[in-house]
């Protein structure tokens, strides 16, 4: 378990090229690398069966009004997930 001082939810929103990007930058615990499955981040919490809806959601949510969703895992104990919406 991560201490709670080691753990942060960073969130950012800016306009490029005729897009608006939502960022949401997420702390975990690293225990080698982020797994994934179906491009969203697969938890490794004991009770799994109650974690992990969320994103899927969001990620539909997020298609129906033309948008991306994508994760960045490249930094040891931190992932992105990046929000994209046609402006």
Do not use: W
């Amino acid at each position: 378990v991560m201490p709670l001082e080691k753990r942060y939810l960073h969130i950012k929103g800016r306009m490029h090229a005729q897009r608006y990007f939502l960022t949401f930058q997420n702390s975990y615990q690293p225990t080698g690398k982020l797994r994934l499955s179906g491009g969203l981040p697969v938890t490794t919490k004991r009770n799994a069966y109650a974690h992990g809806f969320g994103l899927s959601n969001v990620k539909r949510a997020v298609a129906r009004y033309s948008g991306t969703l994508s994760v960045d895992s490249s930094e040891d104990g931190c992932f992105k997930i990046i929000l994209s919406f046609p402006l």
